[in-house]
């Protein structure tokens, strides 16, 4: 079992720029397939990027391709995402999750952090 962290949320002006950490204990990151996943207001929870466990390989929501970076410091247990051109539209509470098969669908995680908030002042 992994227990997850999230850090790094704020406030920003649009163009700026954010990174998100999730630190993890319990297990190495390396053992999952780790997600961060976003909610707004009034909106589902959606894919934002994913690294594999395996590999690794990164995978990016299209919204924010080109923009945000997902990586990972095995020596450090944590996973990134950095966040560049930040957008109004990127205003959400950010999650890091983590799954040894996880995909772009957050019923596929097994294990979340409690969130961190991100705010893009237009």
């Known amino acids: 079992q992994v227990q997850l962290v999230e850090s790094g949320g704020g406030l920003v002006q649009a163009g700026g720029s954010l990174r998100l950490s999730c630190a993890a204990s319990?297990?190495?990151?390396?053992?999952?397939?780790m997600g961060w996943f976003r909610q707004a207001p009034g909106k589902e929870r959606e894919f934002v990027a994913r690294?594999?466990?395996?590999?690794?390989?990164?995978a990016y929501a299209s919204s924010v391709k080109g923009r945000f970076t997902i990586s990972r410091d095995n020596a450090k247990n944590t996973v990134y995402l950095q966040m560049n051109s930040l957008k109004s539209e990127d205003t959400a509470v950010y999650y890091c999750?983590?799954?040894?098969?996880?995909?772009?669908?957050?019923?596929?995680?097994?294990?979340w952090g409690q969130g961190t908030q991100v705010t893009v002042a237009s």
């Open positions: 319990g297990r190495t990151v390396s053992s999952y397939n």
């Open positions: 999750a983590a799954a040894q098969q996880g995909g772009y669908v957050s019923s596929e995680y097994d294990y």
């Open positions: 690294i594999t466990r395996i590999g690794p390989i990164t």
